[in-house]
């Protein structure tokens, strides 16, 4: 069992790959089970399916409570293997690693560094380079 979090510092384009990430389950076959995702924008939390796994994501990754609520509701749908956002590092008290450490030792934690582009021209590739470095880890498991 694993969480996964896109580390970055705070508006490096996390939510934004995470938003991507959940495009390319869907491209790739995964079933939605359920979801909050909005075209529009904002944050989200989606469960997926296959081959019998259950898969979570949620956007969320700016403080405590929201990753922590967002993960647990995720485990308590089932899923197995997650992925959310956290900051780099916790400034101070309980922040966003702190509150994926609240699931240790039922499920490993991998940190995956979110790439920041140089210029804006490059986010959006710095920003599908890192979805699919996310999806690939993810699908390698399922």
Same mark, same amino acid.
Do not use: W
């Given at each position: ?69 967002? $993960?647990? %509701?995720?485990? +308590? !749908?089932?899923? *197995? /293997? ?25 499920y490993q934690k991998q940190y995956i560094d979110k790439n920041v ?6 986010? $959006?590739? %710095?920003?599908? +380079? !890192?979805?699919? *470095? /996310?999806?690939?880890?993810v699908d390698a498991l399922v």
């Open positions: 069992m694993y969480i996964f979090a896109l580390r970055g510092r705070g508006n490096s384009g996390k939510s934004t790959t995470i938003r991507l990430l959940n495009g390319l389950f869907v491209q790739n076959g995964y079933q939605i089970v359920s979801t909050t995702f909005n075209q529009q924008g904002g944050d989200f939390r989606t469960v997926f399916t296959r081959k019998g796994k259950l898969i979570g994501i949620t956007s969320s990754g700016d403080t405590f409570d929201l990753v922590h609520d967002n $993960l647990e %509701a995720l485990i +308590n !749908d089932g899923c *197995t /293997l997650c992925v959310c956002a956290c900051r780099t590092f916790d400034r101070y008290g309980q922040g966003t690693n702190a509150a994926i450490d609240t699931f240790l030792p039922n582009a140089v210029t804006a021209a490059q986010e $959006l590739q %710095a920003n599908q +380079n !890192d979805a699919q *470095t /996310l999806f690939n880890i």
